[in-house]
């Protein structure tokens, strides 16, 4: 809702790491800072930091940078955060999203370049080999010569009934905490289409 956008940015900026202004950031957030740099997530001091090494929490901390470094994959939208490894390391519809979830508050470009990836991949057409439907958000990308020769239907693949409400819900919140009212206006039509998507083509039977 749009009252809720001011307490979510106020939210966000009371976390923000102080990078550079007297050391105040933990070396554990500084090093998830630094990991993230590293992989193009982040400029210095855009990022939330929890304030203080406590036990555990540097190790927590610490294995979150490990896991996402790990799973970055690159887009022509920027880094996102892929399925898993060996087997999903590609743009993921429900993992991808919903790890941006989770991330948003310490750095909210991991979700604007998962949503802006999987907005250029929005379905446009009916295609029952690919579970596609105009509006829908995708489920898997491939790029092997199986997809990209038609073996396969990842190319993508879009049979999943919840990555189109889910990149709904990260865009609403991505706006909410950031406040980017740009995004919104760029993504508007994608979601207008999402929205379509789930009136038209969603399951309506009742839940038994």
Avoid at 42 to 61: K, P, W
Avoid at 157 to 176: I, K, R, S
Wanted: charged share 20%.
């Amino acid at each position: 809702m749009r009252t809720a956008w001011p307490s979510r940015r106020r939210a966000a900026a009371s976390t923000s790491a102080q990078v550079g202004k007297g050391g105040a950031a933990s070396e554990a957030g500084e090093e998830f800072i630094d990991g993230l740099e590293g992989f193009g997530f982040v400029e210095q001091g855009h990022v939330a930091d929890a304030g203080h090494d406590q036990s555990g929490h540097a190790r927590a901390l610490d294995r979150s940078l490990r896991d996402l470094r790990a799973l970055t994959t690159h887009t022509p939208d920027g880094n996102v955060i892929a399925a898993g490894i060996p087997w999903y390391v590609t743009v993921f519809g429900r993992d991808s999203l919903v790890t941006s979830l989770q991330t948003l508050p310490f750095y909210p470009a991991i979700a604007i370049a998962t949503l802006e990836a999987l907005a250029s991949l929005q379905s446009e057409s009916d295609d029952p080999w690919r579970d596609a439907e105009p509006g829908k958000i995708a489920h898997e990308l491939r790029t092997g010569e199986l997809a990209r020769a038609g073996v396969l239907p990842f190319s993508p693949y879009y049979g999943t009934a919840d990555a189109t409400p889910l990149w709904l819900v990260l865009l609403a919140e991505t706006c909410a905490w950031t406040g980017d009212l740009e995004l919104a206006r760029r993504l508007w039509p994608n979601a207008l289409r999402a929205l379509e998507w789930i009136d038209r083509y969603g399951d309506h039977r009742p839940i038994q």
